[in-house]
């Protein structure tokens, strides 16, 4: 019994290196489909090299321009049977760099350690915010429930919301609510106040609050869409990234 133990063991032991070869032979573009990437969203118009180091160019999740970087495939992620794709872009004009890393497994998958600083698109149509800032951002979800969450969000606005302008935008922190992704932010004045709230399978809702008792700003605000209820004006966005 015990010669036949050890007869396994280069045989279990060449087989993993036969599996790491194999692995490291591939070309990035491949692994991004292989792990699901691009049904989740992830589009880039070119990706060159191997799964160890690569560059993709013009990389969009839905309406979220990324940009170029690199990406890398982490060995230590494999061993504890998941995926994790590590990418680094340029420094942008303004605003921190693109780092952090995308996970994938059985179970789930997730967002690790994402600072960035994004162009929104129409990611959050009708409102107007037109950036996105992430500092150590992180979010998981298992089995299509949301199973950790942190980091800080920013969200720039370009105009204003029901006759109301928020030139420093609004900030918070992620977190779980349930089985949602929740990212609870506010202005500067807390008079504004937004929850956004994202399931596993990409709906979301965004709430708007605003608390005002100025009659203009009330009228302004009914005539953008807003409804009155206990704690100010809320407005209401359903989605799917």
Request: hydrophobic share 50%.
């Amino acid at each position: 019994m015990i010669g036949a133990g050890v007869l396994k063991r280069p045989r279990m032991v060449l087989a993993a290196m036969l599996v790491v070869a194999l692995v490291a032979t591939l070309p990035m573009r491949f692994m991004l489909g292989l792990i699901g990437l691009g049904e989740a969203g992830l589009s880039a118009r070119s990706a060159m090299g191997p799964v160890w180091f690569a560059t993709l160019r013009e990389v969009h999740f839905d309406d979220l321009d990324l940009g170029d970087m690199h990406a890398f495939l982490s060995p230590g992620a494999l061993l504890l049977g998941a995926a994790r794709i590590d990418v680094a872009g340029p420094p942008p004009l303004a605003g921190p760099a693109l780092r952090g890393g995308v996970r994938v497994s059985g179970a789930g998958f997730g967002v690790d350690d994402v600072t960035a600083s994004l162009a929104a698109g129409r990611l959050f149509a009708p409102l107007p915010v037109t950036k996105v800032e992430l500092e150590t951002f992180s979010a998981s979800f298992a089995r299509g429930a949301c199973a950790a969450a942190d980091g800080r969000v920013k969200l720039a606005l370009g105009g204003a919301i029901g006759g109301v302008t928020l030139a420093q935008g609004l900030s918070g922190t992620a977190r779980c609510e349930g089985s949602a992704l929740l990212i609870a932010l506010a202005s500067a004045s807390g008079n504004e106040r937004l929850r956004m709230t994202i399931k596993g399978d990409g709906r979301y809702r965004s709430e708007l609050l605003v608390a005002t008792s100025d009659p203009a700003s009330i009228a302004t605000l009914t005539a953008s869409g807003f409804q009155n209820d206990n704690d100010g004006y809320r407005l209401s966005v359903d989605g799917r990234l």
